[in-house]
């Protein structure tokens, strides 16, 4: 799992950070979960939402983000390999 740190416009990643790779194990919801302490102890405890993005073909990793409580948001965006779904959680 790749974390990037995005300035608030998102416009520019401002720090990266390459975590476990959760891809088709099934753990991708407990890794998110995980993911919420990380930031909130390594990167910044002021940090209150969480966006990313998911292919919107990719149907199992939506579904996994949204048993981690993320929702997704009304935005979407062309990606390197298709159309890309916005959504987003609340911490802290």
């Known amino acids: 799992m ?34 919420f302490d990380f930031i909130s ?7 209150t939402t969480v966006v990313l993005a998911v292919n919107a073909e990719n149907i199992n990793a939506q579904k996994a983000y949204q048993k981690a409580g993320f929702q997704a948001l009304p935005r979407t965006f062309d990606g390197k390999i298709g159309k ?4 987003e959680k609340k911490i802290n």
């Open 2 to 35: 790749k974390l990037e740190i995005y300035t608030a416009d998102l416009d520019k990643a401002v720090k990266n950070y390459q975590l476990a790779d959760t891809t088709h194990t099934g753990n991708a919801a407990s890794a998110l979960t995980g993911l």
């Open 41 to 47: 102890r390594t990167i910044s405890p002021e940090i």
């Open 84 to 87: 890309l779904l916005l959504m």
